[in-house]
């Protein structure tokens, strides 16, 4: 297939998956409507994840840290001060930033592995300050009774679910086109020429630290924005909605979706949503068990690892490569791909537990 | 001893480098001036590496001062080098591998072309930093594989490649480790070709173990040997100096 | 003489408590962080089923004690062992992607979590489960004039203990050198011919040992509920995060502040302990800031960095 084949196909099923998006709603119930409005929201912190993960090559387990303050604050904002999405959107986003602010001391220094404990911790902490601040948060139980949004000044609330379905469909899609027309600017360039080798990136006088900073405070605004719309699709929010298990499905879907494509993300979080309520509609009571088994089988079914699988899959999407050798060539450059400093440029980045 | 000895760009006074007990360069001197190419030879081992180092920042002295353009540079890290005129070709090739060609060159004179203000818009990043580095890939020879994504690209020409990126950073001195490692015959002819158009603007300072590169290139050649400095000199005298022959016999044997 | 020690301690005096309840809990978190830190530095996993294995430990010790000494010495061998065993069977699954990237690690391991914690309470219940420590320690003596819980006394020593005994096998046995050359330089050992899946297997399998005995022993402080995994992987991660890498010292005073803030911080301030735990994070990240990457995988054992 050629590169320009190729490319007509992605942006194809692009626009086919958009069709089917837009008219879901009116092919399914309401319950299943609403269900589809919240896989959307998962899809965008999704998307946070990959924008971390593959593109700035810091693996994160922490995205919902700025996801619940986003969420949190757009739910204060609704309850007290206005009902406009507008408001509400850019409260979240703002909000997710500035979480994204405090933390970005913890996470910018460290690479890696080192990378998905602290974020992991720092998600894990901020649930668990979620379920204690009762005063804010409304502690485990949560903060219910969230009235209906209204998109902008004078329009109606949006009542039924469909309306607020479509209404999390514009915002996540004006989000991802905002996203995908930032990442094709050369700023895109030095954040993957960052991720590619480090080293050489600050040897050519890049700040890198502050450009993982500033993609990092970026990547909380948009988790911010998408608990902005978990409050519109689900009108309640609770510390259950940002567990571990959340954090790690994102990872999940993100990794099956390629960890470097945007699109991927957005694909590959609802697959294993939809394959997680499936489950537990399934087999109540067993669907952790089965879930569990998803992510062994996950990890064993991606024969380079799924750093590997995804570089090439990125290899495949990015179509302006002249594949003149075969993908199989080239250096590891997934998500551990970061090569630590001081080791040996170009060297393939293998596990050191491991290099025998 | 040569006619540039005049107008240093970068001395290197008295520089030392410590591994644990060995010492890795040991109180080496070194004059590098305005458009110079000087070229440092020595058996393995001998320190030439970890001098580059010294001088393009990637590890600091551990005693003695490096200047460069009249400015104490010692404490400088290496991004800072980097913008004050210092580029590098490492030993294995440093690019960023999921780039492109071109793209590699746009973000390795990124600085040089105005950081972020140079991109504010389209025209201005095509004009500032594209063509540019199109120009500069076409120098080098890479026009043809400028839109391939440097993973790609055989040895050969990733060394190309980060020639071109050296010079996109304008650099006034520009660091060369074993540019001619791992290249065939006819791409060290077309390398040797290359370093002998570059302009006089730019110094050079080559670390290269092929002495015929080294004699056609160098207007000064100086020898190192297990960290201290052997002896300096035009590559006439050095052909035939007897400590130099004593150095390379001492470490066949 | 301990009326008189109140009297003297004042207005530190209704913080006694809760700051002996912290060293309390800090030890428990270090024997449970501790196999995590030797997972991570010794055979470079990070292993997000540490957790299931300490809850391993601490449902079979709701299971097994009955109030006698026996049954406690009958959990806590069960106990150790069947989380042991749990870490050589990860070690066995981990072995086909032994060569992968991190992530992949992370995603089996996390599976395995998920799984295993299902499994638990399918077997146990979905409610949490009640302990019952031997009679002779389910009392409580006086503590400077306070009331203070028997066990939790002997549970001091107990941790203390262990940390010692860890402390000597790391410093002092062939394999504790091996473990600290390990962490130095993962390569190095793997020249001196050692097979790496018997690392592997050895440091998930001694990991999940400590777990399961922290969780034997730790039931009645952190007790078996469907959250005691997340829980305890969660403030092992803290602890990991505070303690560096491979310091059995840095791991142990990681723990007890942690504990302190756990207990003491609580006591202090009831909702801000969670932002403590982020502050402490953040000041311990700040001061080591630069060059983390480097300094965070290579601190020395028993180091003073």
Redesign the interface.
Known sequence: MTPAARRWLVRAGGVGLLLVAIALPWSVDAYTTSLFARTLVLGLVGVSVALLTGLAGLPTLGQTGPYAAGAYASALVAMHVSSVGVVQVLTGAAAGALFALLTVPLVVYARGVVVLMITLAIGELTVTAAGRWTSVTGGTDGLAGIPAIQPVWGMAPLASDRARYLYTLVVVGVVIAAMVMLLRTPAGLLLRASRDDEARTRASGHRVTGYLAVTFVGAGAVAGIAGSLLITAQQYVSPADFGFDVSALLLLGVVIGGAASIGGAIVGTALVIAVRDWLSGLLPGYAPLLLGGLFVLTAYLFPRGVAGFSTELANLVRSRSRGRTGPGDRPGTGIQGRPSRGEPVGAAPVSSGETR | MTAFATTPLLTAEAVVRRYGSLVAVDRVDLRVADGERHALIGPNGAGKTTLLDLIGGATRVDGGRIRFDGRDITRLGPARRARIGIGRIHQRPAVWPSLTAVENVVVAGWHQAGGFRGVRTRARYRRRLREPAMALLDRVGLAGVASTTAAHLSHGERRQLEIAMALAGRPRLLLLDEPAAGLSGVEVHRLAELLAELPRDVSVLLVEHRLDLVYALADTVTVLHDGRLVTSGEPDEIRNAPAVRRAYAEAVR | MMLQAARVLGPVDPYLIPALDGVAYGLLLFVAASGLVFC?G?????N?AHGLLYAIGAYLAAALLDGGWGSLLLALGVGTLAAAGAGGLLAG?LA?????????????T??????????L??AFGPDSLPVRIPAALDRSVEVAGHRYAAYRLVFIGVAALIAVLLWLAVAKTRAGMLVRA?VDD??MV??LGVN?AR??LGVLGAAGALAGAAGVLGAPIIGPAPTTG?TV??LS??V??LGGLGSVQGTLLAALAVGEIQSLGVALA??A???L??AA??LV??VR??????R??RLRPGGST
């Open positions: 991570f010794v055979a470079n996993i990070l997000l699954l086909p992607v032994a060569r992968r990237d991190h992530l992949t690690q992370a995603l089996l996390f599976g395995v979590a998920l799984a295993g914690g299902a499994l309470v399918t390990a993962a390569d793997a020249c790496p690392i592997r997340d992987l969660l991660l803290v990991v995060v009831p909702t302990a969670p932002f735990l982020f994070m953040a990240l700040a800031a630069r060059g983390l990457p480097g965070f995988l």
